[in-house]
Nanobody, 124 residues
Framework: QVQLVESGGRLVQAGDSLRLSCVVS????????LAWFRQAAGKEREFVAG????????QYTDSVKGRFTIARDNAQNTVALQMNNLKLEDTAVYYC?????????????????WGQGTQVTVSS
């Protein structure tokens, strides 16, 4: 059974940094695309960042480019999201996502596996 478990979410102030982690278990995921999505209150879940299994393809949504960095460690079965210079609009539940496709999947409807989510709240 595949499990994705996120951690690291908490209350921070605008301008702070935060690192989210996700541990994947249940099967080998080295060939998977791993990604982070987020869902703010009253909004749809949106793609934040993703990395292909090979690491050759990395994508970010425009609003986080230059501030967020996705990284994966296949040996440790983890994927992380380093978030710098956090803004109020980054407040959301952040979800770790795993997809068996070779390309980075940015549409939440096509994601195969989800974590339970971790809350990130950015205050002024």
């Amino acid at each position: 059974q595949v499990q994705l478990v996120e951690s690291g979410g908490r209350l921070v102030q605008a301008g702070d940094s935060l690192r989210l982690s996700c541990v994947v278990s249940g099967r080998s995921f080295s060939a998977w695309t791993l990604a982070w999505f987020r869902q703010a209150a009253g909004k749809e879940r949106e793609f934040v960042a993703g990395m292909s299994g090979s690491g050759d393809s990395i994508q970010y949504t425009d609003s986080v480019k230059g501030r967020f960095t996705i990284a994966r460690d296949n040996a440790q079965n983890t994927v992380a999201l380093q978030m710098n210079n956090l803004k109020l609009e980054d407040t959301a539940v952040y979800y770790c996502a795993g997809d068996v496709s070779l390309a980075v999947e940015t549409q939440s409807a096509f994601i195969d596996y989800w974590g339970q989510g971790t809350q990130v709240t950015v205050s002024s």
